[in-house]
C-alpha cells in the first residue's frame, strides 16, 4: 500500500498537487475503495513520474494538453505536440545565435537581407526579417521596448538598422523568458552604446537553452515509459491503495 504522502515526497511535490493533477484530468481517474482510500496503481505513478520530469522543459500547459490525449491512447498526436515544442527549442537556439552574431560582429546582412541596401523598413519589412508577426512589434512598441518613427508623409511606422539591432535582442531576451525589466535595462544599455550587457544576456539564454534541451531529453525518456506503459495496459495493473 503507497500513500500519497510517500509519492508526493518520492517527487518532491506536495499532496495537493496530485490532487491537481487529479482535477485537470491529467492523470487517470482515481478510483475509491468502500473506506474512501483512493486506488492508485502503477499507472498512476507513471503519469506523475512523467508530469514531474516534463515540466521544466516543456511546462504544464503542455502537459495539460498531451496527457489526456495520452490517456485516450493517441500516442502520436500527444507525440507530436511534444514535437512541435522541442522544434521551437531548436528555431529559439538558432535566433539566439543570430542574435550573438549581430551583437559581437555587428553583422546585420544574416538579418536584413534581401533588404541589406535599405536604411529604413516598413513594419512588415522588420517583422519578417527578425521572424515574428507584425502585431508583435506593435506589442513591444505598446511596452515601451522599441519607438519607431513615423514617415513623414504616411504615417507608417519607419525601423531603422539600430531599431533592428534592438528588435533581434527582444526577440531573444523574450524566447528565453525574460522579464520586460530585464529587457528594458539592457536596451537601455545599448541606448548608451554599451551592447557588453546584450551580449552577456544572449550568451546565458543560449546556456539556457542548452539546459532545456537537456530538460526535454530527461521528460521524454518518463514518456516514453508512461507510453509504453499505456499501450500495454491490458496486462494485469497490480494496483496500490492510499488516501
Keep these: 500500500m503507497i500513500r500519497p504522502l510517500d509519492i508526493a515526497k518520492k ?29 492508485y496503481t502503477k499507472e498512476h505513478i507513471a503519469y506523475f513520474e512523467c508530469i514531474r520530469a516534463m515540466n521544466t522543459g516543456f511546462g504544464m500547459k503542455v502537459i495539460r494538453e498531451t496527457m489526456p490525449l495520452i490517456q485516450q491512447k493517441k500516442i502520436t498526436d500527444a507525440l507530436w505536440l511534444v514535437s512541435k515544442v522541442q522544434a521551437k527549442l531548436y528555431e529559439d537556439k538558432m535566433k539566439a545565435e543570430l542574435a550573438l552574431n549581430v551583437l559581437e560582429l555587428d553583422n546585420l546582412d544574416e538579418i536584413v537581407n534581401p533588404f541589406s541596401k535599405k536604411n529604413w523598413y516598413s513594419i512588415g519589412e522588420a517583422a519578417k526579417a527578425i521572424g515574428v508577426a507584425n502585431s508583435t512589434l506593435r506589442h513591444w512598441e505598446k511596452e515601451g521596448l522599441i519607438l519607431p518613427e513615423r514617415d513623414d508623409e504616411s504615417g507608417y511606422r519607419i525601423y531603422n538598422k539600430s531599431d533592428i539591432r534592438k528588435l533581434v535582442v527582444i526577440r531573444t531576451l523574450q524566447s528565453a523568458v525574460y522579464s520586460l525589466d530585464v529587457v528594458r535595462e539592457v536596451l537601455g544599455e545599448m541606448d548608451k552604446h554599451n551592447i557588453s550587457e546584450a551580449i552577456r544576456i544572449t550568451r546565458e539564454s543560449l546556456v539556457y537553452y542548452d539546459y532545456l534541451v537537456k530538460e526535454q531529453l530527461r521528460g521524454m525518456r518518463y514518456l516514453h515509459l508512461l507510453c509504453v506503459m499505456v499501450e500495454d495496459s491490458g496486462e494485469d495493473d497490480f494496483p496500490y491503495c492510499s488516501r
Design 11 to 39: 517527487l518532491n511535490i506536495s499532496t495537493s498537487a496530485l490532487r491537481h493533477y487529479e482535477s485537470w484530468g491529467i492523470v487517470p481517474k482515481v478510483e475509491r475503495k468502500e473506506n474512501g482510500y483512493r486506488i
